[in-house]
């Protein structure tokens, strides 16, 4: 079975400050990882993903993730926040052996202070 | 760029009552899907459908549900006697490939669905 978790419903951060948001994953075979940005009455758009390739990728808005398997975490990160930041970010998994069945964790809030 | 579209945006409905939500994915997408996220909770995989037929379920998705590819374009989930805890965000997707690792999913808006 798979499963993400990640710590922290809420974070909260100044406008300009590094945002981390992190995220935990359990998969018994090599795990596909990505992060999913959901704002406010809209669906889940792909920010990055993760397939086995390079461990440190890159997605859009400025953000990047990176695998550590020794940590099992794909923590979440941008140097520097902007207003438009604030939504709600989801890690995900899934797996070569179960593609077509994404599992969510339950979502961190990202608040930005001005 | 293309969307995957969902109607209604909102649907209130009566505890018992038979409720169907409408997801009209993108063109030339293969795989389908549909997701539910209950209010403060996480997004919760329901089912994935391929060529008219389902690939995969969770235990979320039992007799009450079904889905359909009823035309070209369509793609719809029926329940067909809702509950309260049936209340939540659903979400429809698709995707060109299964292969999540080439292929993220598209999700449309979302359908919030309150039973009552």
């Not at chain 1, 461990?55 to 859009?60: A, D, H, N, P, Y």
């Not at chain 1, 140097?79 to 604030?86: L, Q, T």
């Not at chain 2, 760029?1 to 009552?17: A, D, F, W």
């Amino acid at each position: 079975a798979q499963s993400v978790t990640q710590l922290g419903s809420h974070v909260s951060v100044s406008e300009g400050a590094l945002v981390l948001l992190r995220c935990n994953y359990s998969s018994s075979v090599p795990p596909y990882l990505f992060w999913y940005v959901q704002y406010p009455n809209q669906g889940l758009q792909l920010l990055l993903k993760y397939t086995s390739a390079a461990t440190l990728v890159k997605g859009i808005n400025g953000f990047e993730a990176e695998f550590k398997k020794s940590e099992t975490s794909f923590h979440l990160t941008k140097p520097s926040a902007h207003m438009s930041d604030a939504a709600e970010y989801f890690c995900a998994v899934s797996s070569y052996s179960s593609a077509s069945k994404i599992i969510f964790g339950s979502g961190t809030r990202l608040s930005i202070r001005p | 760029e293309p969307e995957v579209t969902q109607t209604p945006s909102h649907q209130v409905t009566q505890m018992g009552q038979e409720v169907i939500l409408h997801c009209v994915p993108i063109s030339n997408h293969l795989y389908f899907y549909w997701y539910r996220q209950i209010l403060g909770q996480k997004v919760e995989f329901l089912v994935s459908f391929y060529n008219n037929e389902i690939s995969e379920k969770s235990e979320i998705f039992d007799d009450q549900f079904s889905v359909e590819r009823p035309d070209g374009s369509n793609f719809t989930l029926k329940i067909r006697s809702t509950k309260l805890e049936d209340s939540a965000m659903y979400f429809c997707a698709s995707s060109p490939e299964m292969e999540a690792a080439n292929s993220p999913l598209h999700f449309g808006n979302g359908t919030r669905l309150t039973v009552t």
